[in-house]
DNA sequence: ATCATACATTTGTATATACAAATATTGTTT
DNA sequence: AAACAATATTTGTATATACAAATGTATGAT
C-alpha cells in the first residue's frame, strides 16, 4: 500500500501525519473487508463483537455496562445494538432479578452456531488481510502499534 | 497500549486476529484525539481532508470526483460535504463552464487562513500521538503498514 | 437530428453514531 | 419514611455515512 499513490499527491507528506493518514488508510482497508465478510450474516462489526463478548461470558449473562466496557468502539447506544441482534435471535434479553435496573443479556444457541461460521469466515479473511506478513513481523507490528 | 487490557479480556488472543482489534483501537485513539482537535474550527477530519486536497490544488478548481478520488475515506456524498463547508465560507462552488455537468470547488482566503490554525492545531497533536516513537520507529511502522 | 449511452453530481432513504436528556431503580442520608 | 444522589438503561435528536435511484448534461452511433 502505497499512501502518496492512493490519496494521488506528488509531494512528501511529513513522517507523523503520513503515519497517521496510513494508519487510517490501512484500517479501512481492515474495516472493509471485514464487513463485508460479515455481509452474508447481515451483522456489523459492532454486532460481530458484541457476541464473541457474550460467548467469552460462557453462559455467564452480560449486562449492557459490560459490553460497553468491553468493546473495541465505544457507543453509548448499545441499547439499540443489542435490539439488533434480538431481533435477529442471536441474544436473550431479560431483566436482573436482583437489581431491575440492569439487563441480563446472553447469547442464544442461535447466536452460537451462527458465531461459529463468521468466525469461520473471518479466519479465512485474516489469512487475506495478513498475507504479506510473516509471524516476526505480526509481532513486530504489534510491538510498535503497543507504543501508542 | 495493551489490547487485553483495554477489551477487559484474560485469555490469550491468536496473532492475527489481535493485531486486527489493535489496529482499530489506535486508529479510534488516533481519531478521537485529532476529532477534539478540529473541533474549536467545527470541521469534521473528513471536512479538514478536503480542505487540505483543495489547497493542494494552488488555486486550481477541483471537482467532486477529484476530491472523491484524494480522499482518505470514502463516501458517495462529498457534494453535502461540500456544502457545509460552502456554509462556514471556507471554499467557492461554480458550474464548471466548458463542462456543466461538473462543479469547480476553490478554497477560498478565510478557508486557507483557517486551514494554517488547524495545522498548527494538529502538529501539536501529532507530538502527543506519537510521544513514544522515535524517528526510526515511525519509519519502522510504516514500512510494515506498506505491506497491507 | 434523434436516440441510446456514459458521465458528474445530487437527492432520497435507511442505518449508524455521538451526545444529551429522560426514566426507572437502588442506595444513602437525615 | 422522605429526600437526595448514584447507577443502569433508554430515548430523543442531530449529524454522519452507505447505497441506490434520480437528475441534468455531454458524447457517439445511426
Redesign the pocket.
Known amino acids: 500500500m502505497n499512501v502518496e499513490e492512493i490519496i494521488k499527491t506528488t509531494k512528501k507528506i511529513p513522517l507523523e501525519p503520513r503515519t497517521a493518514i496510513h494508519m487510517e488508510l490501512v484500517n479501512n482497508k481492515i474495516n472493509e473487508i471485514m464487513?463485508s465478510a460479515l455481509k452474508p450474516f447481515e451483522v456489523?462489526?459492532?454486532?460481530f463483537n458484541v457476541l464473541r463478548i457474550l460467548r467469552g461470558q460462557k453462559g455467564k449473562p452480560a449486562?449492557?455496562?459490560?459490553l460497553?466496557e468491553r468493546m473495541v468502539?465505544?457507543?453509548?447506544?448499545?441499547?439499540?445494538?443489542?435490539d439488533?441482534l434480538l431481533a435477529k435471535g442471536f441474544v436473550n434479553?431479560t431483566v436482573?432479578p436482583?437489581?431491575?435496573?440492569?439487563?441480563e443479556i446472553v447469547i442464544t444457541d442461535t447466536g452460537l452456531k451462527t458465531l461459529e461460521q463468521m468466525d469461520e469466515a473471518l479466519s479465512g479473511v485474516h489469512k487475506v488481510i495478513f498475507k504479506n506478513f510473516d509471524n516476526k513481523e505480526l509481532e513486530q507490528l504489534n510491538t510498535l502499534l503497543d507504543k501508542f
Open positions: 464487513t456489523s462489526m459492532q454486532q449486562n449492557l455496562s459490560t460497553n468502539t465505544k457507543m453509548s447506544n448499545t441499547t439499540r445494538l443489542v439488533k434479553r436482573c436482583s437489581n431491575r435496573r440492569k439487563v
